[in-house]
């Protein structure tokens, strides 16, 4: 079924919850609608938006265009072997529903990506990632619509050309071009689990967690042995992002609002020796990633704020809505942090939120 509703209210699909309209919302549930939508004359050859749950978006005017969103539901086993499973998933359904389900039946893969806002659709496009897991990862293939071609098609994993938050999807060429019906991922029956990234170690320690007993069957089973499982993991994946990502039903946010900038190791080098707490991620032998929320942080940006739009003060790598925030505040505080952090470091921070 689809659903065309002129002049639309985006407060329900923004989690900014700015109240912007678009000249046309397009609802649909079924990969065979987009034909029929993007041949429809209050649709063919205007400018249009895909959003899955507004998570990542920043809507600073009214829409002059029609967005689209999905609501292809669906979760199955599409083929099965002894270790790997590969899941088929409808780009509506929402991310953490996949990652729930997923756990459920005992699949690694998805669990560190627990809690993420959004949907599956923008999953794929956005590349999205957490604690040391990425969707580009898991996935095997994506579906899409190809809108200038008229066409469904099946673009595999190493063409969706993955990286840090970025796809073929956000490119210029193609952003206009395909539409994500469905995802394919492989997750396995026998995985481990990746408590490598930043805290999970140490909230696993403070639950009584023992950081090794899931690694052997005796070990795990000992009395008094708190040991790790997939559920576990989960549980304690969505308790940390609780404690410190801010829920939008409380205040208005996209989460991270920038990227976590890449330097060269020699810049790096250069600048530890002024700041020697800086922390890092290393990418290559050449590169590192510096995380922006630090250097947000010790550039003073912390709980800065304009009119309601303001740095969230337990993690400065989000911008909050504290209420009644106009876009643009958002925008100008978005502005003064990348000048400060700039001045200050002399790296320049790019929002990962996409700003329309
Ligand atoms: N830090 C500060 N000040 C703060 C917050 C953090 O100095 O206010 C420091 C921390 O001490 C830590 C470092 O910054 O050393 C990194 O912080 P954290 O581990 O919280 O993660 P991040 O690098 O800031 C990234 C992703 C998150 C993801 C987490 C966990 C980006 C842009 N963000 O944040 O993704 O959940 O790692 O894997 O890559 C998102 O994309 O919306 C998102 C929330």
């Not at 309209?21 to 609802?27: I, R």
């Not at 205007?46 to 829409?63: A, P």
Request: glycine share 8%.
């Amino acid at each position: 079924m689809i659903k065309y509703k002129e002049n639309a209210s985006l407060l329900p699909h923004n989690t900014f919850g700015f109240d912007v309209k678009a000249s046309m919302l397009v609802e649909y549930n079924h990969e065979d609608d987009l034909p029929h939508i993007f041949s429809d004359e209050r649709v063919a050859g205007r400018k249009f938006l895909h959003i899955g749950q507004g998570s990542n978006l920043l809507f600073v005017n009214d829409f002059d265009g029609v967005v689209l969103h999905s609501r292809i539901k669906g979760i199955k086993i599409a083929s099965q072997s002894d270790d790997m499973v590969l899941i088929e998933c409808g780009a509506g359904e929402v991310w953490d529903d996949l990652c729930q389900w997923c756990v459920q039946h005992g699949f690694y893969g998805l669990e560190n990506l627990s809690g993420i806002p959004g949907e599956v659709g923008a999953a794929a496009v956005q590349n999205i990632g957490a604690y040391g897991a990425e969707f580009g990862d898991l996935a095997v293939a994506v579906a899409v619509y190809d809108v200038v071609n008229n066409r469904h098609a099946i673009i595999s994993a190493a063409d969706c050309q993955y990286g840090y938050r970025m796809s073929i999807f956000k490119t210029d060429e193609f952003r206009n071009r395909f539409v994500v019906t469905s995802v394919l991922l492989r997750v396995s029956r026998n995985g481990e689990l990746n408590l490598e990234y930043g805290n999970i170690k140490a909230a696993l320690l403070e639950r009584g967690y023992s950081l090794t007993a899931h690694l052997s069957k005796r070990a795990s089973r000992m009395p008094g042995v708190k040991s790790i499982t997939l559920s576990g993991l989960r549980e304690v994946i969505l308790a940390i992002r609780q404690s410190k990502l801010p829920d939008p039903a409380v205040f208005g946010n996209a989460g991270s609002f920038f990227k976590n900038p890449v330097i060269s190791s020699a810049k790096y080098k250069q600048l530890s020796a002024t700041w020697p707490d800086m922390p890092k991620y290393d990418v290559d032998a050449d590169f590192v990633k510096v995380p922006a929320a630090w250097l947000i942080e010790r550039s003073g940006c912390k709980g800065r704020r304009i009119g309601d739009a303001a740095v969230y003060d337990k993690q400065c790598l989000v911008l909050v809505n504290r209420g009644k925030a106009r876009p643009e505040e958002v925008v100008k505080l978005s502005d003064a942090i990348i000048r400060t952090v700039s001045d200050r470091f002399g790296i320049t921070i790019e929002p990962e939120v996409n700003i329309i």
